[in-house]
Each structure stands twice: as structure tokens, then as C-alpha cells.
């Protein structure tokens, strides 16, 4: 029972794109996917995801050790703030950012109909995903471990360098591809700030959604399908991550 | 390198762990902090290593003060009870791993490690991962980690208390052999008498963040300075109010001066030795002898039977006129 | 110290990229008051919106609330070939646009395929309509259930089932008086967080509905237009509405959550 509602749901909806993706031929489907219009928003696409990864990757780590090593007075609002992308509906967010740096900006910052927009829209939805998978593995850590080498002469960078960093990584690896993947997909917040205007600030969802506007399906099943084949290496690789890591213990 | 330990106190919270300890240990030896859970043993060994500061109070290697240094750079050796291994390295390489830091050259460390690894027995593990080593295997990586740097104290905490019994016996011995190949001064915490008294040479017993009596296994147990330092080491049993030595009471077949009247309960016979537990004056007693006695004074459940301590009983209190036991400052 | 550097670089960060702009919109929507904010939100329209999301996000979740108890039962209960697909299919809604979802829904159901042709001879609109909207909704928010309830499962084992089949309990009753109880917590976890999830639920149903005014329009979808034509008033009064019930749904979780962790 659980299969047929999967299948209704999941698996026969998605056969269909990628079917109808083929269906004028395979260089229909290379055109599709490579006119300029198409190609530019996966380049910016693929590109803002790589470089918001990146970004949290590094935010991502540091917030959790802050939240995990240190304590002030209001830590745990902050706790709870963090998971507040999970819950906000993507249009809200896309409206709470215009809001400050858009073109009514009361710090007169405009960010809007730029790519640093898209790239503050996908940071703020993709914040949690990096500080959720460090620090469960932070809190984890073995204090001793850290002691031994300070006994051993280590100072506290070099201890951070050499013992604790290489246990974070596949935490850190696993939350930057779900980063990724998330931001890949992403369209409700960027389609205010950017202004989707084409070749500049338009990414692949929006892409997306124009031509299934103009009823070219298979255009759109085509990007779409490269988008999918993307989404699945990178859960897959993570999956991979993950259990690497199991083994390692 | 003697450790000189000068008036520390420790505080966590309104629970005091250490209260006003003073003591000194010799260059060279292998000394035990031996106490029942919580005592603040543990924490005055890490005071030592300057993994925990101290609110008052000093420490002092060989008259240089250390107190104010971070566990960097006192060069002491820290053997941790769950090992605190570096689980994200080789056995190589976590032994390597003090050598590396110090920047020694390549080939120096390589040889160290092996050198290490071989006076440990874990040649043949030296590219394994410390989770695939036996727990006892973990701990001689850690000790030999923690020998790498030639320190001039060594510490181990607990270090045999995650192992089972029978390899915590195995290692016992071997850290007695170690030690008299080094001859680096090293102090142990541990909450098990067998272990202190068949390992150390002398032994500091810490309860409630004091000290209660510093000296070597056998005064310890002969001259006990107080009630609590006689039962820690040692069985014990009590007649008339008074704590004794279960081999220290005399078994008698009629009324003797001093002896009082028992009644037999159980008679537990193991091998060589027989164990009687008797009722005086309604409470439990329970004597160490020998078959031999047992059978001659024909002793059964049910019989009545006289006891008394015997004249050279073990007593606690009794002043020990050993010149090694520093005066112990107490509170 | 390094500490406050990094204290600082933290709140800096979050503060820019979350509290402010947060701030700002709750500021600008009373700008003018109360009365205005409360207008906006009452328009027929803005109303009607309430009840669709409200209809499509509740169906949503009483059906991946059933789903989702089931799977989590069968992956952590039982051992079958293909399971280690199964979970990847069913984390497959995270990574997937919900542009594409909505792709995905027309080119199976809408009016000119087979299935669509079916439903719409007998009167029935699947496509720009509910049963689309509630179809991608669910699709979207699909692993949240599942994700909660396999680790709690996982944890408490199964002895106390087993003790209670030992007693004579049927299977439905092991259900209904041991897991059910055990899970209560982590159930409750997961459908507040796919309720929370349908309710925001933007791309997809932008797809799907037609965006039909007062017909298949949701608050997202509201919010969108009252931006685009300018009303951008109207758009916060109903962002703020959206994001005050998101913000309540993350508190109620933080005081859910402790039960059982």
C-alpha cells in the first residue's frame, strides 16, 4: 500500500519528466538544455550553489562551535533562530530580504536585480543545514582527545587543525552537499530580489517555470531532468560520505 | 623530577574536591593516589598535569614553580582512562603525534615510534586504526604516546579501569616492569587497593579532598592511621566496636581472658583457607583461618565457640615509625 | 580572545542575514497601524486563501501522517531487498526543485495525459485544482514524518513489542497501545513540522494551481501577487501572518522536542 501511494506520488511523476525530456531525441534534449537562455541560468545556478556551500561551510562550522563551545545570555534564542529558514515559507523569506536590502532599504544597501541578491537569498534559506549536521558530531567529540593533545604540547590551533577539524569533515561534507542541493533548487526567495532578469540573474527554477509558461514542456523536462540527475549524484555522494564515516568508528 | 604539591585547593561550585592538600613525591618513583570515588584524586592529578587550575595553592617540579603554566609546556605525560585516543590516526601516527609537534626531524621521529611501538609490543600494529585495537592494546598506544616526548612526570588516570579483570591484572604487572626500566617518576590514580599495593611504591590515600596517610603498601596496611585508611586496604571486620583483621582473631574452644561469646553461622570452606561468620552479641563478625584450626576446634553451624583479637592485632592510630611518610597536613 | 572574535563574527552574521530583515518586515507591516494590517488580512480574497491553504495542508498531512508511520514501521521493522532505495527515494523531495514538482504532476495528471483525460470525463479537475495542489504538497513535505519516526524506532527496539505478543496482544493492538505511545512525541514532531512545511509550500503550488483567485490561490501564492502588483503592503500583512505562525509552530516544536531527546 505504502508502494502504490509512493509510486502515485513519487516515482511515476518523475519518470515522466525524465521521459519527457527524450522525447524529441537525445539532441533535442542536449538543444534544450544549452540554449543561451537555459545555459546561463544553470551556469549561475550551478555556480551560486557552489559558492553558498562554500560559504556555509565555513558560517555553518563557526556558528555551531559558538553555539556548542561558548555561552552568553540569550544563546538559546539563538538556538532556535537558527532553524528558522525550515519554517518560513520561501516567498516570506524572499519578502523578509527585500525588505532590508532591497530598493526601500532603510540602510539604503540595494541588493536587488544583482547576483549578490541570489546569493543572499540562498544563503538565507540554506543557513541551518551546515550548523544542524557539525554539531550533534561537536558535542560528540571527546574532550580527552583534546586534552592528550595539549598534554602532548599541542596549542589550541594546532589542536583545532589536526584533531578536532578532521573529525568534523564528513559532518561538514554532508552538510555542504545538502547546501547544495537545497540551493540548487531554491526558488521562492529568489524570485523577488533577483528580479529574474535573464542572463543576469535568473536561475534555473525560474527557467523552469517560464516554459512551462509558454508550454514548452520538454524544454522545461530537460533542464529539469539535468537538474535531477545533479540532485541525485550529490545525495548519493553524501550517502557515501556518511556511511564512510560509520565505518571509520 | 619531584612533584612538590603545596597547599592546593579546588572548588566546583559549593563541592570542594581538593581541600588544602599538601604533599611531596620523589624523584623517580611509582607512587599511587588511591581513594574511593569523587575523593578528588583525579582531580589533583590533572591539577598536576594543568588541565584543571587550582583556586589556592601551588605545584612545583624539582623547586621550579609551574603553577601558572598551561598543560603545554610542563611537559608531563597524560594517560587518560578511555585512552583519548586520536581515532582519526594511525598508532604511528598518535604516537608520533607530541614529536611532530616539537618539530623534530623525520627520520628522528620515525625511529622514536619504532622504538616505542616495539617497548609496547604494538610493532606489528603500528598502520592500524586505534578502533580496530583491544582496549588493552589502546591503552599501551597511549602510555607509549605519552612516553614519546620524554616527559619528566608521567600521569595515568584510572588507566587500567575500562579494561576487564584479567587484562587489567596482565597490565598491572607490565607497568611495574616499565616503570623499572624508565624510572621516570610516575604517579597513578586508582580506586582499587589490589591494584595499589601489588603496583606502587608508595601509596597517598585521598578521601573527601584530603590526605589521610601517605606510605608504602606494607605500612599502610600494618600501621593504618585511622579507621577509614584500615578498611579501604585491607579486609576488615569489627569486635566490640573495635575494627579488625579477619586473620588477626584468635578462635578458642573455651572462655579465655579478653574472649567474648560467638555463636557459628555459616562455615565456608575455600581450599587452604576457611572462612567462619559468627554472631557476637547480635552482630556479624567474620573470621580468616585455616582448614587446619577449623577442623581441630571441630567448628559447625550452630556450635558456640570464644574469640578474641589476637595480641599483635593490627590497630588503627598506631604512629608508624617509618622516616619516608611526610607528616600529613591536614585541613 | 579568540572566543568573542568568534562570538561576534556569529551574531554579526546572523544578525544581518536573519534578525534584521525579520525585524524589519514586523515593523513595516503595523507601520500604519494596527487596523490597516487588519483589513489587509481580511479581504474576501485573503480569507479565502486561508481556507485553501488550510484545506490543502491538513489533507496533506493526514496523508503523509499515515504514509509516514507505515514506511517508518517497514524500513526499521523489516529487511527487504531494495530497502536501501526505498530511503533514498523517500529523502528524494529534499533535493528536487518544487518547480520541478509541479513539472513532474502536470506532464502524469494534467488534462491532456491519460489519467487526467480519465478523471476530467467523470467531472473531476485534477490538475488546477485541489487534488494537484494537495498531491504536490505532499510530495514536498513526504520524508518529514519518516525522518522523525525511524530514529525513535530504531532506539527503542523490539522487546516491548515482543513482550506484548508474548501476552496475547493481535498486531494491531501491539500498535495501538505500545509503538503508538512510544512514538507519541516524535509523531507529534513530525506532523507539526509538515503542517508547518504544506503551509509554505510556494513553488510547486505556483505550478499546479493556476493561481485561480479565490478559487485555487494559497497565502504564498497571495503574497506573490500583492508584491507584484504592487500592493506591498498587503504582501507583508500576510507575510507577517505566514511568518507568526511559523514562528509559533518552531516554538511549540522546541518545547516538543526535549520530551524525547
Redesign the interface.
Known sequence: ??TL??SV??????G??V??SREDGWSAFWSDVTTPEAWSTIKLTVLASLGVAAINVV?GT??A??LVR?S?PGQRI?E??????F??????AG???I???GP?S?VGVSLAYSRPGVV?AL??VT?PFVVRTVQPVLLEL?V??E??????????F?TFR??IL??LVPAILAGAG?SF??A?????ST??ISGNIPFRTQV???H??NQ?ENDN?TG??AV?TL??IV??V???GI?LIERWAVN?? | MTIEITNITKRFGDFVALDNVSLEIPDGDLTALLGPSGGGKSTLLRVI???ETPDDGSVAFSGEDATGL?????????V?Q?Y?????MSVARNVA??LE??KRPKAEIERRVKELLELVHLEAFAHR?P?QLSGGQRQRM?LA??LA?EPRVLLLDEPFGALDAQVRKELRVWLRRLHDEIHVTTVFVTHDQEEAMDVADRIVVIANGRVEQIGSPDDLYEHPANDFVMSFLGPVTSLNGQLVRPHDIELLAGPEPGSAHATVVRVVRLGFETRVELLVDGSDVWVQTTKETADRLGIDAGCTIHVRPAADAIRPGQRQPSPLASPVAVG | M??YL??F???F??AF??????G??FR?TFANGFGVFWDSITTPEAVHAFKVTLIVALVAVA?NTV?GV??SL?LVRRNFRGKRV?N??????????????????????GRLTPVGEWFGNRGIDILYAIPAMV?AT??VS?PLVVRELVPVLEEIGTDQEQAASTLGASAFQTFRRITLPAIRWALVYGIILTF?RS?????AI??VSGRIRNETQTL?LL??ER?TNFD?EG??AI?FT??FI??V???V??TVRPKER
Not at chain 1, 519554517?87 to 516570506?92: E, S
Not at chain 1, 540548487?184 to 521562492?188: D, I, K, L, N, Q
Request: proline share 5%; hydrophobic share 60%; charged share 10%.
Open positions: 500500500m505504502a501511494y509512493l506520488l513519487v516515482l511515476i511523476p518523475l515522466a519528466v521521459w519527457r558560517m563557526l556558528i562551535w559558538v561558548d552568553f539563538v532556535v533562530l537558527i532553524d528558522l529558514p519554517a518560513l515559507p520561501t516567498i516570506v519578502l523578509v530580504l525588505a532590508l536590502y526601500d532603510p543572499l544563503l538565507f543557513l571527546d580527552e582527545m586534552e592528550a593533545a595539549a598534554s602532548l604540547g599541542a596549542s589550541r594546532t589536526r584533531i578532521p573529525n545538502l542541493a537545497r540548487m533548487s531554491e526558488y521562492g524570485v523577488l534555473s527554477s525560474v523552469i517555470y512551462i514542456t522545461a523536462a529539469a537538474l535531477l540532485s541525485l550529490v545525495l548519493f550517502n571509520r568508528d | 598535569a594543568g588541565l598551561p598543560p603545554q609546556r610542563r611537559n608531563v605525560g597524560f587518560f578511555h583519548a585516543a586520536f581515532k582519526h603525534f607530541g609537534i616539537r586504526r578502533s597511549a604516546r605519552a616526548v | 579568540t572566543r568568534l562570538r563574527v556569529a551574531l552574521y546572523l542575514l536573519l534578525v534584521i530583515p525579520v524589519v518586515v513595516r496523508l504514509f507505515s514506511v517497514l526505498l533514498l527515494l523517500i529523502d528524494l523531495p529534499l533535493a528536487i526543485s518544487p518547480v520541478v514538482v509541479g513539472l513532474a504532476l502536470i506532464l502524469v495528471y498531491m505532499a510530495f513526504l508547518a503551509l509554505g509550500e510556494f513553488g505556483a505550478v504564498t503574497v506573490h508584491y506591498q504582501a507583508y507575510s505566514l511568518a511559523a514562528i509552530s518552531m516554538v516544536l522546541t
